[in-house]
């Protein structure tokens, strides 16, 4: 497990957090706050129906409760995300919930972000299973089968008057996604290009003004993403923004982060952005699952006041180093029983990210958390 070390060194650059950027990350004597701007302040709300369906409350700094869209809005959101799967056995995070829920952040002015696994569960980068309808489908039928699944969920959003802001074409997808036909073998790019064609086609066919981010977890190393979009660009796929999972844990400093944000937005004249990261405020746990995180990183305690200083920092780096956007994965899954990890056992698995929301066990927010522009 990577963690982060501050480093304390005086540089020719400036000090955030315990990080220290070059100046000429900065553009020179241009400050921090001015190098640039986060235009999409974002939480993936995914658990949040199912959370509030089974009766869950969600509480603002005052105590107040209060719809969780609201607080965080208040918090310095503007864009949530929701992941989308073809047809999970739970019934939730499917094309009728995003429709529904697509609903209910439109009405409050925030924009949209829908997350394609193109799979009925989980995909990241240790896992990109085909949904059960595509199993025996080749790689000439997948990409009919991205093509018209992106389409019809864009065009289904599009014409209740809450089309997407912008949508991901697979999720995390370090090397490849529905595999095994599209995964990425001996450096060939070619089957995942056709896919990634595909969902972009169906997207700008279905709304030309949605943006298609194209997201890996790869803000580890700049010699990984390079190897990924280096590649994917060799086949002439398309995309608008350059999507990053950050967590400091798994990824390491935030040195590097910053350094991999630069050179993508530098490489391929992209917009960037963290789409995912998030940061404990305990080690403990609130329900019989494990928690999927239990250690922080170097400079960070696992309480309220750490988990905000270390979304600060990322965001501080991030907006540094030219990115546009930060979203916090999952605020809102404090532990509910029947909110379970497992769509195909949802009743009965747990939550391996109480420890990692901004809502505590109570649903209260930690009122030290604010999104930045």
Partial sequence: MLTYTPRRTAVAGLLIAGLVLPAAMLGGTTSASAANSLSMRGADMSTTQRALDLGAKYYDASGNA?????????????????????????????????????????????????????????????????????????????????????????????????????????????????????KVVNNDFTNLSLLLKAGYNATKACNSATQVVIHTADADSDAHARWFYDGIRAKGVTWDITGLSYYCMWHGSLSTMGGVVSDMRSRYGKDVVIAETAYPFTAANADGTGNSVTSGCSGYPLTWQGQAAEFDAVQNTARSAGAIGVFYWEPTWYAVPGNGWDPADINGSGDGWDNMALFDWTGHINPGVRWTP
């Fill in 66 to 182: 209060r719809d969780p869209l609201d607080i965080l809005k208040d918090s310095g959101a503007d864009y949530v995300r929701l992941r989308v799967w073809n047809n999970p056995a739970s019934g939730y995070n499917n094309k009728a919930k995003v429709l529904q829920y697509a609903r209910s952040v439109k009405a409050r002015g925030m924009k949209l972000l829908v997350d394609f696994h193109y799979s009925d569960s989980w995909a990241d980068p240790g896992q990109q299973n085909k949904p059960a309808a595509w199993a025996g489908h080749g790689i000439g039928q997948l990409q009919t089968d991205v093509y018209d699944y992106t389409y019809d969920v864009c065009s289904s959003l599009k014409a209740q008057g809450t089309a997407p802001d912008s949508v991901q074409i697979g999720n995390e997808i370090n090397t490849g996604m529905l595999w095994n036909d599209g």
